[in-house]
């Protein structure tokens, strides 16, 4: 089992809402795999980690699942004839969004997060980083 950490950009899709529901379609954007762990983290004006989940099924076509991810888009979305694969995550955790917390980006990027997060990480890829939300979490 890995786990990771994927951006959340909250211009676009209104990701607090779909967390509302225990079951989140998200796109792929690495090589996630069945039972793997992915952390949300929320761009501004939260940046902050704010969910874990557990992956339940992996490359669904977004055509199939379109009706469930319409309310959540914002503007007029992604109008991509690219065929985009979905994964289903199990909200698992959700975490308070605090100033004081230690998953803001400031203690992120103090635990090893280098650089601006544009796309997903594999946090084993980073040891003291997977570690800090590890107990951050717990």
């Not at 939260?46 to 969910?51: D, G, P, R, T, V």
Request: hydrophobic share 40%; proline share 5%.
């Amino acid at each position: 089992m890995n786990h990771w950490l994927y951006p959340a950009n909250t211009k676009y899709y209104d990701v607090l809402g779909a967390f509302k529901h225990s079951t989140i379609y998200w796109p792929i954007n690495s090589s996630v795999a069945l039972n793997d762990m992915v952390y949300i983290y929320l761009a501004a004006p939260y940046k902050q980690l704010a969910f874990a989940c557990e992956i339940k099924k992996i490359n669904i076509e977004q055509a199939s699942i379109i009706d469930k991810l319409k309310p959540y888009i914002k503007g007029s979305g992604n109008n991509s004839k690219k065929v985009k694969l979905f994964m289903q995550l199990k909200k698992i955790n959700s975490f308070a969004i605090n100033k004081d917390s230690s998953l803001t980006l400031q203690h992120l990027k103090e635990h090893g997060l280098n650089g601006m997060l544009m796309g997903p990480r594999k946090l084993e890829n980073n040891p003291p980083l997977f570690n800090h939300i590890k107990l951050s979490t717990i």
